[in-house]
């Protein structure tokens, strides 16, 4: 397929704000997850056909710990505790990738932090 690009300030967020405190971000902002475990945003993607696809999140994480986050696809959990590593600073964005199963049509995609810290800074997905 062709790659599309889904600004996460455009999804369902829950348990987070969209700001734009920090630089390099696509759209007109970023998600900043509240930190605590269970913090989500949720897009909805649409899929050509049936089968796998590559998921890919930009991140930014500017401290020294991990971010881990569960990605569940049409609410199952279909990569648990994927790591959102340290980035070098808030300004600085990273691509984090997960093949995942999808259905023909819209999918949701939900990516929820896993610790009490909260997940990393999201500005899009892009799926492949
Ligand atoms: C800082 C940073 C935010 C980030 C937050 C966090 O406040 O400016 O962009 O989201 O840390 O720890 O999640």
Same mark, same amino acid.
């Given at each position: 397929g062709s790659l599309a690009r889904y600004e996460a300030e455009n999804a369902t967020i829950s348990q987070g704000t969209v700001a734009t405190?920090?630089?390099?971000?696509? +759209?007109t902002g970023f998600v900043d997850y509240t930190n605590v475990s269970g913090s989500f945003v949720e897009w909805s993607v649409s899929m050509p056909a049936a089968g796998t696809a590559k998921v890919t999140f930009r991140v930014a994480n500017g401290t020294t710990t991990n971010r881990p986050m569960d990605i569940t696809v049409n609410g199952t959990v =279909? @990569? @648990?505790? =994927?790591a959102f590593n340290p980035t070098a600073n808030w300004d600085t964005w990273q691509d984090v990738t997960v093949t995942v199963p999808a259905t023909a049509g819209i999918n949701t995609i939900r990516a929820t932090a896993t610790? @009490?810290?909260? +997940?990393?800074?999201v500005d899009y997905l892009t799926i492949l």
């Open positions: 405190n920090h630089l390099g971000y696509s +759209g =279909v @990569a @648990a505790g =994927v610790t @009490a810290d909260g +997940g990393p800074n």
